[in-house]
């Protein structure tokens, strides 16, 4: 089955050749070119992906990114022309997974997009702890007190990527590898930010962590 | 210290003159003398020493005795002063240093400080003046005073003694000396207290000492001694004139300060000499009062002086000082701080003109704030429209150049062309966009604590395949395992990648050496190549925008020529040093020097500049290098740095 992605852009040209790409490389796209109407084209067409500008008519894109991601869990990779850490981390902050900068190559895109779909589903029956928290991860739940905690697919893999090895110390780095699917150095603010999202959601206390420790200077761990 | 004056022009005849005569002629010399005026008595004070009975002014008496007293009042300050410094110098010394150092400061930082000691100062030093001046005339006068009534008392006694001594029945000795005894004892005066003192003393060298039943008498226990022998010359020298002389004669425990008149008396054929001493202690007293008066007056005025100073420079400085801080606040942004304004004095000219600069300061600044924003939404802007088109671009491009091998030879080169072009394009864009965020002055530094060899292990893992193409070996020597550096690492990766692919470039396919030393307070990472090198003017110039070392030569990277300045502006952001040193067919070295945390200053960097195989006195004049900040001293020093690191063969 072809996964449908959903391209928000109000650039036409940029629309129409990511579309060709995309359909090149054997996903099913879908256009919006208003940020007004992005919400209702994604829910009619209910994408496994979303591609979205931040600069859109209508409502810009930081804002769609939150609705979208205030109703699902579906990924979603921005595409920024501003590399200002100021756009990049707001865009990260409001719900957004990774993002692709302008200018993009189209194999850069399109590995952007594969890491995001990786299919989870064929995952072994697996129980795994941190702290207080419960990790079912072939049935994608992470609960503590048997009470269900909501996060996206990618918070998901970020904290099982940090429970199966509690004992190791990862870096920015090799999270980026691991959970993103980086394969050179990226932008370590990512894994700084989806950390913020991910204790914002597990941890009783975020200003307190956990769950999901920092070590100075190295990265991030497990807790115990 | 005694001058006996001559009283008088002396008249030829013998007779003795008679008392009108004598008040004549003691008036004239009185009224005659205050034209003389000070200094004259000064000078006679001075050549007082020489102690002849020179004519002169009468007065020269008055400084003595005061003199004699402020001698004796400076002695024992100054002993007293000198056992405080013996005894506490130790201790007061430093507290001393310290109030000096205070006073000192205070002096340069506060002009209200400075006006009010000023006027302190010169106040209390025309009180002295005026003081010394008064007090000066004030005892002058007592003693003129004094000197006029001793002088006609003395007249008068002495008349009186000599009349009596003239009518006197010379029978036997004994009763001679009652005579003589009771006429002198008379001449002290009645009453309990004493007017005047007398001594008596026969003339030497009589001619008939055996007629002499009178030797000498005095009152209380004074001798002749307490006459100046100044003073008996010339009485004894003179016919029947009266001479005077300031002295000093014992009563009870205490020396008082006095004046002697002498004159001459003959007694049975026997001529003496007679003094009559005058007491000046109640003078003296009246006069110490006087100056106790004046100096409590002086400290009352100085201090209210001080006072009156210190309230008119505080109206004055005040609107000063707070212009100061208004203008302090101004400096440091808060544009919208103005002076009060009052009145229209010249501290309200002040005021207002200070609040005109301020608001075309702060319009100014506006305008230019609104202009840098203007140009910061540009450069956004500009970024954003740009690249979007280009995205489109270059995908399309990229399709192509994918399914160039379907193409017919030209179309094929075309896509080719196309295809490399728009990468050129891409990369000159994103430099542009970058050196204009630093011009703009919106580069911001994302600094956090990371490990600057396992950056560098990164950037040689990246430019792994460029090397491969140029056919250099990249060597790390990296002694520290890890140095943990407070940086902004996607800046320093890219200053590095920079280097690096710079070095692989010129490196004319030799080996490229990086090295990674720290000390305590900096990091330095250099990147040495043995290609081509570079003269000394090259250098100087290769962190310009858009230079390149040879024109002609292919850009086969295909760099912007705005790489070393992006390095260059990323390493002012972490407050570090870029430098360059190349030498012609040598290579060239670059050297990145940090400071391990933020906010430090580099003193000198842990690497040297110069590479350690390059001979010497070749290096140093060949040498060249570029500073980014005013890193001179260090980098003067750097060839024989003790802590260079010496770079692999």
Excluded at chain 2, 86 to 113: C, D, E, K, N
Aim: glycine share 6%; proline share 5%.
């Amino acid at each position: 089955m072809k996964a449908r992605i959903l391209v928000v852009d109000d650039d036409e040209a940029l629309a129409e050749m990511i579309g060709i790409v995309l359909r090149n490389d054997g996903f099913d796209p879908v256009f919006c070119a208003d940020g007004g109407q992005a919400l209702e084209v994604f829910r009619s067409s209910k994408p496994d992906l979303v591609l979205l500008d931040l600069m859109l008519p209508g409502i810009d894109g930081i804002e769609v990114c939150r609705q979208i991601r205030g109703e699902s869990d579906v990924p979603i990779v921005m595409l920024t022309a501003k590399s200002d850490t100021s756009d990049v981390v707001r865009g990260l902050e409001s719900g957004a997974d990774d993002y692709v900068p302008k200018p993009f190559k189209p194999a850069e895109l399109v590995a952007r997009v594969r890491a995001r779909l990786r299919p989870g589903d064929q995952k072994a029956p697996e129980t795994l702890r941190i702290a207080d928290v419960t990790i079912d991860v072939a049935g994608h739940v992470v609960s503590r007190n048997s009470e269900r905690i909501s996060l996206t697919p990618l918070e998901f893999d970020l904290l099982v990527a940090l429970a199966r090895k509690p004992w190791q110390v990862f870096t920015r780095e090799l999270l980026l590898e691991q959970v993103w699917g980086y394969r050179h150095a990226a932008d370590t603010r990512l894994v700084n930010v989806h950390v913020q999202r991910l204790r914002s959601k597990i941890e009783r206390d975020p200003e307190a962590p956990e769950v999901v420790l920092t070590v100075r200077g190295v990265g991030y761990k497990a807790g115990s | 210290m005694v001058s006996a004056t001559k009283q008088v022009p002396e008249p030829a005849d013998g007779p003795p003159g008679t008392a009108p005569e004598t008040a004549a002629r003691l008036d004239r010399p009185e009224t005659a003398g205050p034209a003389d005026g000070q200094p004259e008595a000064a000078a006679t004070e001075a050549a007082a020493p020489e102690g002849q009975a020179a004519p002169s002014s009468p007065r020269g008496q008055t400084p003595l005795f005061r003199a004699r007293i402020w001698t004796r009042r400076a002695r024992i300050v100054t002993a007293r002063v000198a056992r405080l410094v013996r005894t506490g110098a130790s201790r007061i010394l430093p507290a001393t240093r310290y109030l000096l150092r205070a006073v000192h400061r205070r002096w340069r930082r506060s002009l209200q400080f400075r006006t009010v000691l000023t006027t302190l100062m010169l106040a209390i030093g025309s009180f002295a003046v005026v003081g010394a001046y008064l007090s000066n005339q004030i005892a002058n006068n007592l003693f003129q005073e004094r000197l006029a009534q001793a002088e006609s008392e003395t007249r008068y006694n002495v008349k009186q003694v000599q009349d009596t001594f003239d009518g006197a029945q010379v029978t036997d000795q004994s009763s001679v000396i009652t005579l003589v005894y009771d006429t002198l004892n008379a001449v002290e005066g009645r009453g309990s207290v004493i007017q005047r003192r007398y001594v008596f003393e026969a003339m030497p060298e009589q001619t008939k000492p055996r007629n002499r039943w009178v030797e000498s008498r005095a009152s209380d226990q004074l001798t002749i001694s307490v006459i100046p022998p100044e003073l008996r010359k010339a009485v004894q020298d003179s016919g029947k004139d009266q001479f005077w002389a300031s002295t000093e004669f014992p009563v009870g425990t205490e020396d008082r300060p006095g004046i002697a008149v002498g004159n001459k008396v003959t007694f049975n054929g026997t001529v003496y000499e007679l003094y009559l001493i005058y007491d000046l202690n109640t003078a003296q007293k009246t006069l110490d009062e006087i100056q106790n008066v004046l100096l409590a007056g002086a400290a009352a005025l100085a201090l209210m002086i001080g006072a009156v100073a210190w309230y008119v420079t505080r109206n004055v400085v005040s609107p000063v000082s707070h212009a100061a801080v208004v203008s302090e606040k101004l400096a440091a942004g808060q544009l919208q701080e103005r002076m009060v304004v009052k009145g229209e004095d010249e501290v309200a000219r002040l005021g207002a003109s200070f609040n005109h600069m301020a608001a075309s300061l702060q319009e100014q600044i506006t305008q230019l704030a609104t202009l840098s924003q203007m140009q910061q939404r540009f450069v956004s802007d500009v970024s954003h429209e740009l690249r979007t088109p280009l995205t489109t671009v270059r995908m399309a491009a990229e399709v192509l150049y994918d399914a160039r091998d379907d193409f017919d030879p030209i179309n094929k080169r075309s896509a080719e062309l196309l295809y490399n072009q728009v990468e050129r394009f891409q990369s000159l864009l994103a430099d542009l966009l970058e050196i204009s965020r630093f011009d703009a002055g919106v580069a911001m530094l994302d600094a956090e604590p990371t490990d600057i060899v396992q950056l560098v292990s990164h950037v040689i893992e990246g430019v792994a395949p460029v090397a491969a193409e140029y056919g250099s070996e990249v060597t790390l020597n990296a002694p520290a395992g890890s140095i943990i550096v407070e940086m902004d690492d996607r800046r320093i990766d890219r200053i590095l990648r920079n280097l690096v692919l710079n070095a692989l470039e010129h490196g004319e396919g030799r080996p490229v050496n990086i090295s990674v030393a720290a000390n305590d307070t900096a990091v330095a990472v250099a990147v040495r190549d043995h290609g081509i090198g570079m003269t000394a003017a090259e250098a100087a110039r290769v962190f310009d925008r858009f230079w390149r070392a040879d024109p002609a030569r292919a850009r086969t990277t295909g760099g912007s020529g705005l790489g070393l300045s992006i390095a260059t502006e990323d390493t002012k952001l972490h407050n570090g040093w870029l430098q360059a040193w190349g030498e012609k067919g040598r290579g060239s070295n670059f050297r990145l020097t940090l400071p391990l945390r933020q906010g430090d200053t580099i003193t000198r960097s842990p690497l040297q500049l110069e590479p350690a195989d390059v001979g010497p006195a070749g290096a140093v004049r060949e040498r060249t290098m570029l500073l980014l900040e005013t890193a001179v001293t260090e980098a003067r020093s750097a060839p024989s740095g003790p802590d260079a690191t010496k770079e692999q063969p």
